[in-house]
């Protein structure tokens, strides 16, 4: 029987869940406990910051195991602003962040992405990796940044005569900025420019061939990932109290890339879902079996990398919307003369 | 038939997925699966809650599991005996992980959800750092580090518990010009402690007529230590103070020993090597290997002894109480703070904090101890000299030494 | 500048380094994955001689079972995990991290966190002039060299090695002319992961046992490995012997934190500008 082929389209889940999550989110301080709205408007930080990532990996195809750098250099010029020079408005701090973390990403990726011939994906994994390693124990020596101590105390962050304190405020502020992020993300991301990228991780020569300027596609979405994490190394650094070299180095850049994983790589919703139940784990498992959890939590990493490597957001949403569709929704073909002669 | 198992299998994991994710939502709204250790007993008040923040796992996991062994020791035997106010203690461990980032979030919970009345935690400078804010002023909380450390923390409410380097030095570095020699060398890992322990020793090494030949930073794991060596036996050092730590702290000690520093007559002094530490490297490597801190299981005190026997028979040889684990620091902490509890009859933190500045203890292990004007606490000092793998004490301080901190 | 220390010390670290890349270098030149638990595979074979040694055993026997013990894990993860993942090597190389993880949590766990020293077969020096030269340095050293040329010889001269080249330069070739290349993987990791286990027992007696052993050589081992140019035996070796000189060397003249940044600034800047590495002969 013939069927328009609109109705056979699945339905979208992922609109579903985000705006589920968005409603629960608005909400959640109401009924939550303060230790649990502070551990919320964390895994909204990191969750941004695993965003940067998914947009460079699970956007762009290239793998970045550095965006903790980022995220800590951002974080220390805030800190440093705060602590010597007595800045703290979050109008100023903010931004700063972001601009580090745009700038910092400039230039990595003059030196690891851009250039005459493109880099194979090891190396960009490679140099971003090694990239975030040397600034952390750069940090770690220079005592002028608190060397391992890195910045303690940090005062709050302040918006006119307003104080920023953690708990609900800290935690909407948090949440606006990620909406913002994410809303930006998913426009850019649905649209031509969108569709370019997906055409670079799926085929990066053919790109080429058609005239596409690769490498500045990249580039670009690199820098943005690193305003992005900017942005978040800012937060966290004034919600945590403090910044230390931890902020900078591979260990957080890898747990990044496994908070994406673990949510979803390729989508929007994935890796901050991914921070979220990531984080959970690692706390509860910590209070379960004290002295072992990290063997806990490594094996839970691995399994979902073997077993899901989509991530959880696989078990929700089909490959098909995961990818995704581009552009705006195109009407449904009128069935020509043809289709009528053809098997249901 | 390929697509309808899939199907079935795609929706079954789906259902899995969200049952479990109802269940740990379930689990975050009732704030489930704490550390806790009840107190024993029936009580007819609430428990005061205690706070221990410290690394059971990752690299300082040395010392954070007797850290935490002790104060659970401690508290057990406080509640033994009724208590502190008719209430008894109830211990809430959170691992730090040796990890910052994870640990604010730990000691978080601490004071923001279980409302503990005191934090007694951090092994590193580090993390002492890195959760000091949370605990102190956003959580105002009291909060009691226990480790030997560079000294200079003055912030309110924060006391610690630990040798500073006054403590290690000023009876230390006369002791070794005089079982050494004038010559110096000051190897260190490039950290805040070395720097600041080093800066202090150098003015003792000087005042006492010493010369500090050179000194160095290499990061916590360098492995290297050829160039170092060889200027040590060129300058025919007499003392190697050293402060490099584990990992590199093998690799050194070993190099300089095959270099034939100590059969040459050379002096090694390291002032966190406590008796794990003795495991580092093979015996014959550090023999004659000097070390200064407040307490060492040769010192053979009776209070000391009986807490060695306690604690051995409690949690064994593993992770042995020390005083480079800040587990000397963790007794002394809790002892010291339940006498301001009791001398405050309060648990509000103005009124513990006001009696625990001048609070002391007759006993402890190596000997009675006293919180002074500074919020660090003045104790006896040992020197003790690694022979055969065991230390033997060959100096005890004159009296309890000052911290000379903060003042 | 004392020249014979220093180049003893060079030479001496350059071997460990030298050892610990070979295993690494194999395993991504052939599957082009980076193995991040690779530093733990050197634990592994460090903890294997300490084990051995608490059971009474003599260290050197305990230094012959630590790569076969090795060679043993490598192959079941192998076999159980890394084998999904040939197409993804960047997954795979995540898998390896979550694998580096509980490894090192394990043995971490079974030591207490504490650090543990195992004796050198032999201990002490041989006086050289004025100079002591360790003499467990300089049969590691010895070993080194023989251990590369038995590789060396192993690839070169054995039917087994003839596959293991050949599969690495065109799989699909390979396939074709009926071998199994799937088993060829599997013995190259475990080949990769005996190098590893071996460098462990060679240097616990050196550096000390404790569950973070591993962590500082495994990004500097991937350096190596992409600048000595990956799908060669002689690269990783030129690598590792690049890499390794210099991180010992370079203290000699200027600050460690310094020299540590030099050695990866350098790196960095050569594979970029070549990106096949050095010496290699690796064709897409």
């Known amino acids: ?344 | 038939m390929e697509d309808e198992i899939k199907q079935r299998l795609q929706s079954y994991s789906r259902r899995l997925f969200l049952q479990r994710a109802g269940l740990l939502t379930g689990m975050v709204a009732l704030g489930g699966g704490s550390y806790i250790y009840n107190p024993k007993g029936t009580w007819a008040a609430d428990p005061i809650k205690v706070g221990i923040a410290t690394d059971l796992t990752g690299p300082i996991s040395w010392g954070g599991i007797p850290n935490s062994n002790v104060a659970k020791m401690v508290i057990d035997d406080i509640n033994s005996k009724g208590g502190l106010l008719g209430r008894p203690l109830q211990m809430i461990l959170e691992d730090t992980a040796t990890n910052e980032q994870l640990a604010v979030t730990k000691v978080r919970k601490l004071v923001t959800q279980d409302k503990v009345d005191v934090v007694f935690g951090g092994i590193t400078s580090s993390m002492r750092n890195a959760i000091k804010d949370t605990i102190v002023n956003r959580g105002k909380t009291l909060y009691i580090y226990p480790q030997l450390y560079e000294g200079k923390e003055c912030t309110p409410f924060l006391y610690c518990t630990g040798p500073t380097p006054a403590q290690q030095c000023d009876t230390f570095i006369p002791w070794l010009i005089k079982n050494g020699g004038k010559k110096f060398y000051l190897p260190s890992a490039d950290y805040v402690w070395p720097h600041v322990l080093n800066a202090y020793a150098r003015t003792v090494i000087e005042k006492n007529g010493g010369e500090v030949v050179g000194e160095e930073y290499f990061p916590v794991d360098h492995n290297e230590y050829s160039a170092t060596v060889n200027k040590i036996m060129s300058n025919k050092v007499n003392v190697v103070f050293n402060t490099t730590i584990p990992p590199g702290v093998a690799a050194f000690f070993k190099q300089l020993y095959e270099a034939g520093f100590s059969k040459n007559g050379g002096r090694l002094a390291c002032v966190y090597y406590d008796e794990n530490a003795l495991n580092i490297t093979p015996a014959n490597e550090i023999e004659g290997l000097a070390s200064c801190l407040d307490y060492f299981k040769a010192v053979n005190d009776p209070y000391g002894n009986k807490i060695q026997a306690e604690y051995t028979k409690l949690y064994g040889t593993k992770n042995p109480f020390t005083a480079g684990s800040a587990a000397t620091g963790m007794y002394r902490g809790l002892r010291l703070w339940a006498v301001a509890v009791t001398a405050a009859k309060s648990l509000k933190r103005e009124e513990v904090a006001a009696a625990l500045d001048h609070a002391k203890i007759a006993d402890g292990p190596g000997g009675p101890s006293e919180v002074v004007p500074g919020r660090h606490v003045k104790m006896n000092m040992y020197t003790a000299v690694a022979k055969s793998g065991k230390y033997e004490i060959v100096e005890k301080s004159k009296g309890q030494v000052m911290p000379g901190e903060c003042v | 500048m004392n020249v014979v220390p220093f180049f003893f010390d060079v030479l001496a670290y350059s071997a460990i380094f030298v050892l610990v890349v070979l295993g690494l270098g194999v395993i991504a030149s052939m599957m082009g994955i980076f193995n991040f638990a690779h530093g733990e595979f050197v634990l592994l074979g460090a903890y294997t001689v300490y084990l051995l040694q608490e059971h009474g055993m003599p260290v050197w026997m305990g230094m012959i079972a630590a790569p076969f013990a090795v060679a043993i894990v490598g192959l079941l993860l192998e076999r159980i995990v890394i084998r999904r993942f040939y197409a993804t090597p960047i997954v795979a190389m995540l898998g390896t991290y979550a694998i580096a993880l509980a490894l090192r949590e394990t043995v971490r766990m079974l030591l207490g966190g504490q650090f543990y020293n195992v004796t050198a077969p032999f201990v002490g020096s041989f006086e050289v002039g004025e100079f002591s030269i360790s003499k467990w340095r300089t049969a590691v050293i010895i070993i080194t060299v023989l251990v590369m040329v038995g590789s060396y010889l192993l690839l070169t001269r054995t039917k087994l090695g003839l596959q293991v080249r050949g599969s690495l330069e065109n799989p699909g070739l390979a396939r074709a002319s009926g071998i199994s290349t799937s088993r060829v993987y599997a013995a190259t990791f475990a080949f990769g992961s005996a190098l590893a286990g071996l460098a462990g027992g060679l240097m616990v007696p050196i550096y000390s046992l404790n569950a973070d052993m591993g962590v500082p050589f495994l990004i500097k081992s991937f350096l190596a490995v992409m600048l000595g140019g990956m799908g060669s035996f002689e690269g990783s070796i030129a690598g590792a012997a690049l890499v390794g000189a210099s991180s010992a060397a370079l203290p000699w003249a200027i600050k460690p934190v310094v020299a540590d940044v030099v050695v990866f600034l350098v790196a960095i800047a050569i594979v970029k500008y070549r990106p096949e590495g050095l010496l290699s002969k690796w064709r897409k």
């Open chain 1, 1 to 344: 029987m013939n069927q328009p082929v609109a109705s056979r389209t699945k339905r979208q889940i992922i609109p579903v869940i985000e705006l589920t999550l968005l409603v629960i989110a608005l909400i959640l301080p109401l009924f939550l406990q303060d230790f649990w709205v502070l551990f919320t408007t964390r895994v909204f930080i990191l969750g941004m910051l695993a965003l940067s990532f998914d947009l460079v990996w699970g956007y762009a195809g290239m793998m970045s195991f550095g965006q903790a750098l980022f995220f800590g250099m951002a974080g220390y010029s805030a800190a440093l602003l705060a602590t010597k020079w007595s800045i703290t408005s979050v109008f100023v701090l903010l931004p700063v962040g972001g601009a580090v973390g745009l700038v910092v990403a400039f230039l990595i990726a003059g030196i690891i992405i851009l250039g005459k011939r493109p880099p194979n994906l090891v190396f960009v994994a490679l140099g971003t990796l090694t990239s975030s390693y040397v600034v952390e124990r750069l940090a770690r020596g220079w005592s002028y940044v608190g060397g391992q101590n890195g910045i303690p105390s940090l005062p709050r962050l302040t918006a006119g005569s307003f104080e920023l304190t953690e708990g609900p405020l800290f935690y909407y502020l948090a949440l606006v900025l990620l909406a913002l992020v994410y809303l930006g993300l998913r426009i850019l991301t649905r649209s031509q420019f969108g569709l370019v990228l997906a055409g670079i991780r799926q085929q990066e020569n053919r790109m080429a061939f058609f005239g596409y300027k690769v490498q500045n596609y990249k580039g670009f979405v690199f820098c943005l990932a690193g305003l992005i994490a900017g942005i978040s190394g800012g937060l966290y650094a004034f919600h945590e109290g403090y910044v230390g070299p931890g902020q900078l180095g591979p260990v957080l850049s890898t747990q990044v890339v496994l908070y994406a994983l673990f949510g979803g790589a390729g989508t929007l919703i994935g890796p901050i879902v991914g921070t979220g139940l990531v984080d959970l784990f690692s706390f509860y498992l910590s209070q379960i079996w004290e002295t072992g959890w990290p063997i806990v939590l490594g094996l839970l990493l691995l399994v979902i990398v073997v077993f899901r490597p989509t991530g959880l957001i696989g078990f929700l949403v089909s490959d098909r919307e995961r990818v995704g569709s581009f552009g705006r929704p195109t009407k449904a073909a009128p069935p020509t003369p043809d289709a009528r002669h053809e098997p249901a």
